[in-house]
C-alpha cells in the first residue's frame, strides 16, 4: 500500500463516522451496557465497533483480491484511476447512482435477515453477541463503507485491501465509541456541518487514486529491468 493511502483510509473513516452516528449510533446506544460501570460501557462499546471493523476487513480482504488479479495482468494503473471516476460519480451524480444501481433480491433478503439477527442480539448481555451485533452491522450496506472499498481496490493486494479496510474502521472509532459513552457529545448541528466536509473528502479521495493511475508508475508482470546472461 503506498503512503498516501492509510491517511486517505484513515480520513475517509473520520468524516464518515459522522455519518455513521446517525446510522449505527442508534445501535451502539441500545446495547445493554449503559447501566454498567464507565470501564463496562467503554469495554462493551470497544468490543461491539471491534466487530464492524473486522467485517470491514474481511471485505477489504475480498476487494484486494480483485486488486490484487487486475494488477497481476498489469492493468492496477487503470483500475486506480476507474476507483476514482466512480467515488467523483459518487460525491456529483449520486441520483443517477440510485437510479441505475439496484443491490440484486438475494442481497435485499440476505439484509433483512442479518437484520432480525441484529433485534434478538440487542436482548443479549453476552460478550460474543455484542461481537456478532457489530460483524452483522458492518456488513449493513452503506454509502461510504462501499466508497472506502472501491477506494481499497486500488490497493492492489489481498493483505493491503484488508488493512486498509482495517485502517478505515479504526478512523470511525472516536465518534462510534464516543456517542456511545456520552450521548450529548456531538450535537445534530456539529454533526451536519461536519457531514458537509464528506463530499469535499470524497472528492479529494477520487481526485488522488486518478492522479495516482496516471502518475505513478506501476509494476508490469513479467518485465524485468535487466536480464542475466550466462555464459
Not at 497481476?72 to 471516476?85: D, N
Not at 459513552?181 to 458537509?196: D, E, G
Not at 487514486?209 to 524485468?224: N, Y
Amino acid at each position: 500500500m503506498t503512503t498516501a493511502l492509510p491517511y486517505l483510509a484513515f480520513s475517509m473513516g473520520l468524516l464518515s463516522s459522522f455519518h455513521c452516528i446517525g446510522m449505527c449510533g442508534p445501535i451502539a446506544l441500545a446495547l445493554p451496557i449503559h447501566k454498567g460501570t464507565r470501564f463496562q460501557q467503554w469495554s462493551g462499546l470497544t468490543i461491539y465497533n471491534s466487530g464492524r471493523i473486522v467485517s470491514y476487513s474481511m471485505l477489504g480482504l475480498l476487494t484486494g483480491t480483485i486488486g490484487a488479479s487486475l494488477a497481476w495482468v498489469g492493468f492496477l494503473r487503470y483500475l486506480s484511476i476507474l476507483a476514482g471516476i466512480v467515488m467523483l460519480f459518487y460525491v456529483f451524480w449520486p441520483a443517477r447512482l440510485d437510479i441505475y444501481f439496484h443491490p440484486p433480491i438475494f442481497w435485499v433478503r440476505f439484509v433483512n435477515a442479518l437484520k432480525k439477527r441484529m433485534s434478538a442480539m440487542l436482548q443479549s448481555r453476552s460478550v460474543g453477541s455484542w461481537l456478532m451485533l457489530g460483524i452483522f452491522n458492518g456488513l449493513i450496506p452503506c454509502g461510504m463503507v462501499y466508497m472506502a472499498l472501491v477506494s481499497s481496490v486500488a490497493t492492489g493486494s489481498v493483505a493491503g485491501g484488508g488493512v486498509y479496510m482495517m485502517i478505515f474502521g479504526l478512523g470511525t472509532l472516536p465518534a462510534m465509541i464516543s456517542v456511545g459513552v456520552a450521548k450529548q457529545k456531538f450535537p445534530p448541528a456539529l454533526r451536519s456541518r461536519i457531514r458537509k466536509l464528506m463530499p469535499v473528502m470524497l472528492a479529494v479521495a477520487g481526485i488522488i487514486l486518478v492522479l495516482r493511475g496516471i502518475l505513478v508508475e506501476f509494476p508490469v508482470p513479467g518485465k524485468a529491468d535487466s536480464i542475466t546472461i550466462c555464459k
